[in-house]
C-alpha cells in the first residue's frame, strides 16, 4: 500500500466534514491505481461514516476512468463496437473492467459463423442470424422491467437470454460485425434500427458508412424484422413527423454508443436510477 495514500485513507475516519472535503482531492489525484487501496481500507473501515467516505471516492475514481477511456475511445480511428459499448455498461456493471473480462456476448457469434458462408444473399444472412437470436438462443424483451439498468448488460442477456430493445440493438449489432457483416446504426435518435450496407465486407474500424447505400433495415427489438426504405418512412411519418424529411443514413459506431448511452440515461431516469442516469447524462456530453 502507497504509504502517503495509507495516511490520507486514515485521516478520512475524521468526522469533520471539512476534513474529508479537504482530503478528497488529494486521494482523488491518485487516479484509479488508488482503488485497490481504497478498497482494502473499506474492509477495516472504522465507522459506517468512514466506509461511506471510502465508498464514494472509489465511486468518482471509476467514474472518471471511464469518462477519460470513453472520450479516448470516441476520438480513436481504431476503436472497436464492443469496446465503446463495454466502457458505458461499466456505470451499472463495474467488474467488466477487468483485464481478463471476455465479453460472454461474443461467445454466440462462432456458432453462427458455422453456418454463414461467401454463398448467401445479404438478406439470408441475417435471417441466419435471426434464427440463432430468436429461436436458438431464445434472446428476448424483458416485458415487466425493460428500463432495469441490468437490462442494458450484453453479459446479462448472454447469460438470462433477457434484454431490452436496446441492448438486443446493441448485441445484434456487435455479433453482425464480428461476423464480417456491414450492420451498423442509424442517423435517427431514439430509433433502435440497423443498416445493413451494399457493400461486401466489414470495412476497418474508423469507416464512416453515411454515404453507403443500404439495402435494407433491420429491427433487433422485433425479432430481427427486415424493412425497406418505404416502411420506414412510413414509420417515421405514423410516430416521429416531425423527422420524416430527414434523410436516413447509417451512423458511425461513434453514434450508435452514443444511442446506446442516451437511453440508458432516459431508462435510469425513469425508474429513479438518478445517479447512473447523472453520470450517463455527463457521458453524452463528450460527444
Not at 107 to 113: D, G, L, Q, S, V
Not at 198 to 206: A, E, H, I, R
Not at 262 to 274: F, H, N, P, Q
Request: hydrophobic share 45%.
Amino acid at each position: 500500500m502507497n504509504t502517503e495514500l495509507s495516511a490520507l485513507i486514515k485521516l478520512l475516519e475524521d468526522p469533520d466534514p471539512e476534513v474529508y472535503y479537504n482530503l478528497k482531492p488529494a486521494i482523488l489525484s491518485f487516479g484509479i491505481a488508488a482503488v485497490d487501496d481504497l478498497e482494502n481500507a473499506c474492509q477495516t473501515a472504522g465507522s459506517k461514516d468512514h466506509w461511506f467516505r471510502i465508498d464514494q471516492i472509489i465511486s468518482e475514481l471509476f467514474f472518471r476512468d471511464i469518462k477519460e477511456r470513453l472520450g479516448e475511445w470516441i476520438n480513436s480511428e481504431a476503436a472497436d463496437l464492443l469496446s465503446g459499448i463495454n466502457i458505458v455498461t461499466e456505470l451499472i456493471n463495474p467488474d467488466i473492467h477487468s483485464p481478463n473480462h471476455v465479453s460472454p456476448i461474443t461467445a454466440f457469434r462462432n456458432e453462427i459463423w458455422l453456418e454463414l458462408n461467401s454463398r448467401l444473399t445479404a438478406l439470408e444472412k441475417a435471417r441466419v442470424i435471426n434464427y440463432f437470436f430468436y429461436e436458438k438462443f431464445n434472446f428476448h424483451i424483458e416485458i415487466r422491467n425493460p428500463d432495469h439498468p441490468m437490462r442494458f448488460s450484453l453479459a446479462g442477456l448472454a447469460t438470462d437470454k433477457l434484454g431490452n430493445e436496446v441492448s438486443l440493438f446493441a448485441a445484434y449489432a456487435v455479433i453482425s460485425r464480428s461476423l464480417g457483416l456491414p450492420i451498423y446504426g442509424v442517423n435517427i435518435p431514439g430509433i433502435s434500427l440497423l443498416a445493413y450496407l451494399d457493400l461486401p465486407f466489414t470495412p476497418k474500424p474508423g469507416f464512416d458508412p453515411s454515404n453507403t447505400p443500404i439495402l435494407f433495415f433491420i429491427h433487433p427489438g422485433d425479432k430481427g424484422r427486415i424493412f425497406g426504405i418505404d416502411e420506414v418512412r412510413f414509420f417515421l411519418s405514423k410516430f416521429y413527423p416531425d423527422i420524416v424529411s430527414q434523410p436516413v443514413l447509417a451512423c458511425s459506431d461513434s453514434l450508435l454508443v452514443k444511442h446506446f448511452t442516451r437511453a440508458l440515461a432516459k431508462s435510469c431516469k425513469k425508474v429513479g436510477k438518478t445517479d447512473i442516469a447523472k453520470k450517463a447524462e455527463d457521458l453524452l456530453k463528450l460527444w
